[in-house]
C-alpha cells in the first residue's frame, strides 16, 4: 500500500501537477499536525473555488475590469505557487499575462485551461490522501 | 531543506505573521512554529498596526506586500513611524527590482521571495541576526 501511495504521488510529480513546494508542507507535517498536508490542500480547494466562483461570475458579467480580474488571480497564483500546483500555477500566470494585454478572450479561454487543471489536481490529491490513509 | 530544522524555542522569539492569503496565513504559521517562534496571524497592514497600538510587541514580522485596506508598503512605514523597532521581513511574490526597492526603503529589515520555505526563514533568522547557522 505504502508502494500504491508512492507511486501516485510520484506521477503527480512527473505529469507535472506539483512542484518541489509540495514537498515544503510535507516537511512541516509531524506528529503534532499528522494531516497537515491535508488541511492545507483542503484549504486551498476551498479558497480557490472561491476565487473560481468570483472570477467566473466577473466574466459572465461580460465587462472585463482586468484591474479587478487580476487581483483575483494573484491570490489564486500565489495560494497555489504556496501549496505547489505547478499547473495551475502557469495557467494563474498566463491569465494575469492576458489582463495585463487587456485581452479577454485570452483571458476566457486560460480561466478554462485552468479550471480544468485545478479539478484535475483536486481529484488526483483527493485519491493520494484517500491511499495514504488506507 | 538538507540537514537539521533548528528550534528556536529556547530563544523565546515571537513572530507576526501579515498575510491576507489563507493558505499562506497557514503556512507560514506552520514554519514558525515549526522552528519553535510563537506567532500571531493578521489580515492586512492595519491589523498588523492594530495588533501594536493594542500593546503587542514582537521580535519578528513577515509581511506580504500586496494586501487590501492597508499593503505592507504602508504599514512597515506607519510600524517604523510608530517607533516599533521589530525586524520586519518583506515576503511578497512581487519581486520586480523596483517594487523590492520601495518595500525595502519603507523600513525593512530583509526580504524573501515567496513561497516561503524552512530554508529561506532560517536564512532571515540569520540575516536578522536571531539565529547562527553553523
Known amino acids: 500500500m505504502q508502494r500504491q501511495v508512492a507511486l501516485i504521488k510520484q506521477s503527480l510529480f512527473d505529469q507535472g501537477y506539483l512542484d518541489e513546494q509540495f514537498m515544503e508542507l510535507e516537511e512541516l507535517q509531524d506528529d503534532a499536525n499528522p494531516n497537515f498536508v491535508e488541511e492545507v490542500a483542503t484549504l486551498y480547494f476551498k479558497d480557490s473555488a472561491r476565487l473560481i466562483n468570483n472570477i467566473d461570475q466577473a466574466l459572465e458579467r461580460g465587462s472585463f475590469d482586468f484591474n479587478r480580474l487580476d487581483s483575483y488571480m494573484h491570490q489564486f497564483k500565489g495560494s497555489s505557487t504556496s501549496i ?45 490522501f484517500q491511499a495514504s490513509k488506507r | 531543506m538538507a540537514g537539521e530544522i533548528p528550534n528556536l524555542a529556547e530563544s523565546k522569539l515571537t513572530a507576526l505573521v501579515v498575510d491576507d492569503n489563507l493558505v499562506n496565513q497557514m503556512m507560514h504559521h506552520k514554519l514558525l512554529d515549526r522552528l519553535g517562534i510563537r506567532n500571531d496571524v493578521v489580515c492586512n497592514g492595519q491589523e498588523a498596526v492594530d495588533a501594536h497600538c493594542s500593546g503587542r510587541n514582537y521580535d519578528l514580522i513577515l509581511m506580504d506586500m500586496e494586501m487590501p485596506i492597508m499593503n505592507g508598503i504602508q504599514a512597515t512605514k506607519r510600524l517604523r513611524e510608530m517607533g516599533i523597532e521589530s525586524k ?10 523596483e517594487e523590492r526597492k520601495e518595500f525595502m526603503e519603507a523600513g525593512l529589515n530583509d526580504f524573501q521571495e515567496k513561497p516561503l ?8 533568522l540569520h540575516n536578522l541576526d536571531f539565529y547562527v547557522q553553523t
Open chain 1, 84 to 128: 505547489g500546483a505547478s499547473k495551475v500555477k502557469t495557467e494563474c500566470t498566463m491569465f494575469r499575462e492576458y489582463c495585463r494585454a487587456g485581452n479577454a478572450e485570452g483571458c476566457l479561454r486560460t480561466f478554462k485551461q485552468l479550471k480544468k487543471e485545478h479539478a484535475t489536481l483536486r481529484k488526483k490529491l483527493e485519491q493520494y
Open chain 2, 88 to 97: 520586519i521581513a518583506g515576503v511578497t511574490t512581487r519581486a520586480e527590482e
Open chain 2, 117 to 124: 520555505t524552512i530554508s529561506k526563514l532560517v536564512s532571515i
